[in-house]
């Protein structure tokens, strides 16, 4: 029952010539329910108008069979004037034709007399109950901007909305208890005969769900309909009937031919996508959406079209979606993608991924964005990351100990313990130390393209220098010369040219360890080259070495087995490549490219994105 029914006090105007039944009906309905219910009775038609004069009711109650005029009469007269008021037939005869004649007339319920009065009254408050809430949705359905109809097993219009009345011309008892094929061009009609039947057998195809036919008006005029069918179940599952949707899309389909070119041009973005589309002009203002769109926010086609595109966009402004079209326009064909989140309707927050460029729509310039829901993949990223956190968190704790322990007992106990126990707290505090460098490094690496990143334009000859004094010019002599200024992420590239130069520097054996850095443009990228006098790499170990935890030199060489793996990720990440040349002896060249264009493309501006 719909909730608002029991918050106030429905007045219900009862019907009968039978002045003792009239009592009884009084009693069981204001006293049994609570006092929810307030009877004023009338024992005939006359007198019933005659308080209908007086005062407004919610329901009207009345009997079948009445002296003069009866209570079916009495129903077609008042549905003349009033179409929403509930009318409910109360009677102790009547058979099928009876209660079919009701319908038709527009009766909200049809109930039996009988000698259990406790399941009669039951029953007539269910109905009651029932028709109040069809009437609250009748308001509703008929306010809506979309033809909605029923159709019952038998194959007959139950139901039209008052919109569907106004688009096709017709008053309702044009149409309802009739063929729902009446007013469809002859050439659709076994189509959509062959859908309603399989629909009402229990077919589950989507593709009968959404379907697209036109409809003729009263005048004769054809008009194109997309519609939506949802078979309606008993209480056992069974198909009774299909409530039917319809969306004029005349409009559209004249347009067709305008948007074929485009279509076309933009096809392969629309294959196979489910995705939602927007096609969106200069200013912001939604052009053209779909039914995904729709279903993922909560908005109406018309209420989308309605709004500007931050409006669906969480942390969104005017002046983000001016900054968001310039990198649209700096991609063109290339395409920009990004993500973002979007508000639904009810308030809800779900994170897209979204493709978008720049086309012509209609002759104009506007933008195409195609919108997939990645809510369970950041879902997914947050729950790794407060993972990785809670485990290095945990692992740290027992480790800083260990490593303060073993100090202790080195400054401490020191002259109590023979070389051989001095030896082992050496190695205890050691590895201790290097699995608290290696979960330092895991968790870099895990966060590697992940989240936000902040790009900005990074002189790489000022980087450089700074990971050259951080790391000491004792250890080695670091060259380099007219590298490029590129737009990224600080930190990334830091992270990458250090470890790549401190690795050059500590797997040297030579006397004077030199690293060397190289950078020309190829094309679309740039290549840079960072070349050591090291000690060099196998063949056989050229791809293994950017796999975690590998370590060639164990024994010799301290470190996680971690660096290569982080710089992999960071070059890859940006859109480049990485890779060695290398013998034995002879050094080694490490080699990696990052597109000279802005290495954004796969991570979202940080301008849409607001941490969870």
């Known amino acids: 029952m719909c909730k608002g029914l029991n918050k106030r006090?429905?007045?219900?105007?009862?019907?009968?010539?039978?002045?003792?039944?009239?009592?009884?009906?009084?009693?069981?309905?204001?006293?049994?329910?609570?006092?929810?219910?307030?009877?004023?009775?009338a024992s005939s038609v006359e007198e019933a108008y005659e308080k209908i004069?007086?005062?407004?009711?919610?329901?009207?109650?009345?009997?079948?069979?009445?002296?003069?005029?009866?209570?079916?009469?009495?129903?077609?007269?008042?549905?003349?004037?009033?179409?929403?008021?509930?009318?409910?037939?109360?009677?102790?005869?009547?058979?099928?034709?009876?209660?079919?004649?009701?319908?038709?007339?527009?009766?909200d319920g049809y109930v039996k007399k009988g000698t259990d009065l406790e399941n009669m009254f039951s029953e007539l408050v269910d109905n009651i109950e029932r028709a109040l809430e069809r009437n609250i949705l009748r308001k509703y359905v008929d306010n809506a901007d979309v033809i909605l109809s029923m159709i019952g097993s038998d194959f007959k219009v139950w139901f039209i909305n008052k919109r569907g009345c106004e688009i096709l011309g017709i008053e309702p008892e044009e149409i309802v208890g009739k063929d729902p094929t009446l007013f469809i061009p002859e050439q659709f009609r076994d189509e959509v005969v062959n859908v309603f039947e399989r629909?009402?057998?229990?077919?589950?195809?989507?593709?009968?769900?959404?379907?697209?036919?036109?409809?003729?008006?009263?005048?004769?005029?054809?008009?194109?309909?997309?519609?939506?069918?949802?078979?309606?179940?008993?209480?056992?599952?069974?198909?009774?009937?299909?409530?039917?949707?319809?969306?004029?899309?005349?409009?559209?389909?004249?347009?067709?031919?305008?948007?074929?070119?485009?279509?076309?041009?933009?096809?392969?973005?629309?294959?196979?996508?489910?995705d939602e589309i927007y096609i969106v002009d200069q200013n912001g203002q939604?052009?053209?959406?779909?039914?995904?769109?729709?279903?993922?926010?909560?908005?109406?086609?018309?209420?989308?079209?309605?709004?500007?595109?931050?409006?669906?966009n969480e942390g969104m402004t005017e002046k983000d979606w001016l900054a968001l079209k310039r990198k649209i326009d700096e991609k063109d064909k290339d395409g920009f993608v990004f993500e973002t989140k979007h508000k639904r309707k009810d308030g809800s927050i779900y994170w897209v991924e979204v493709s978008s460029q720049p086309i012509i729509y209609r002759g104009k310039k506007a933008y195409l964005g195609v919108n997939r829901n990645i809510s369970?993949?950041?879902?997914?990223?947050?729950?790794?990351?407060?993972?990785?956190?809670?485990?290095?968190?945990?692992?740290?704790?027992?480790?800083?100990?260990?490593?303060?322990?073993?100090?202790?007992?080195?400054?401490?106990?020191?002259?109590?313990?023979?070389?051989?126990?001095?030896?082992?707290?050496?190695?205890?505090?050691?590895?201790?130390?290097?699995?608290?460098?290696?979960?330092?490094?895991?968790?870099?690496?895990?966060?590697?393209?992940?989240?936000?990143?902040?790009?900005?334009?990074?002189?790489?000859n000022q980087l450089v220098d700074e990971v050259r004094e951080s790391l000491g010019e004792s250890r080695g002599e670091v060259i380099y010369s007219n590298l490029p200024t590129i737009e990224a992420s600080r930190v990334q590239m830091k992270q990458l040219f250090q470890n790549l130069i401190d690795n050059g520097l500590k797997f040297n054996e030579s006397k004077k360890p030199v690293v060397k850095i190289e950078c020309k443009v190829e094309g679309e990228m740039y290549h840079f080259k960072v070349i050591d006098n090291g000690i060099g790499i196998r063949k056989e170990n050229q791809e293994k070495i950017f796999k975690p935890f590998t370590r060639l030199h164990p024994l010799k060489y301290k470190g996680t087995g971690i660096g290569l793996s982080i710089c992999k990720k960071i070059v890859e990440t940006l859109g480049g490549k990485i890779w060695v040349e290398s013998e034995p002896n002879k050094g080694s060249v490490f080699h990696f490219t990052l597109p000279k264009k802005k290495h954004s493309e796969g991570t979202p501006p940080k301008l849409f994105i607001k941490e969870s």
């Open 286 to 312: 939604i052009l053209e959406t779909n039914d995904k769109a729709c279903l993922e926010t909560g908005f109406t086609e018309k209420e989308l079209l309605d709004m500007k595109i931050w409006e669906i």
């Open 53 to 107: 004069k007086e005062k407004r009711f919610d329901v009207i109650v009345a009997d079948y069979v009445m002296p003069g005029k009866s209570g079916l009469d009495f129903l077609k007269e008042f549905r003349e004037k009033d179409k929403l008021t509930p009318f409910i037939l109360f009677t102790g005869r009547g058979g099928e034709e009876t209660v079919i004649k009701a319908w038709r007339f527009g009766a």
């Open 199 to 274: 629909l009402l057998a229990g077919e589950e195809d989507e593709s009968l769900k959404y379907r697209e036919n036109p409809l003729f008006t009263k005048d004769g005029e054809e008009k194109w309909f997309t519609w939506r069918n949802i078979v309606l179940r008993d209480s056992e599952g069974r198909p009774i009937g299909i409530l039917s949707s319809g969306r004029e899309i005349t409009e559209y389909k004249k347009a067709q031919r305008e948007l074929k070119e485009l279509m076309e041009q933009y096809r392969r973005v629309f294959q196979g996508l489910r």
């Open 9 to 41: 006090l429905i007045r219900i105007l009862y019907v009968d010539d039978e002045k003792d039944f009239l009592v009884i009906a009084k009693r069981f309905l204001e006293k049994k329910w609570g006092g929810r219910f307030q009877v004023t009775s």
């Open 376 to 460: 369970e993949r950041k879902e997914a990223e947050e729950r790794l990351e407060e993972f990785t956190y809670m485990v290095s968190h945990e692992l740290n704790a027992p480790l800083r100990s260990i490593v303060a322990y073993a100090t202790f007992l080195l400054e401490d106990y020191s002259d109590k313990l023979d070389e051989q126990g001095k030896k082992y707290l050496e190695r205890l505090k050691e590895n201790s130390l290097r699995l608290q460098e290696m979960i330092k490094d895991l968790l870099t690496l895990s966060r590697v393209g992940r989240g936000a990143v902040e790009f900005e334009k990074v002189d790489l």
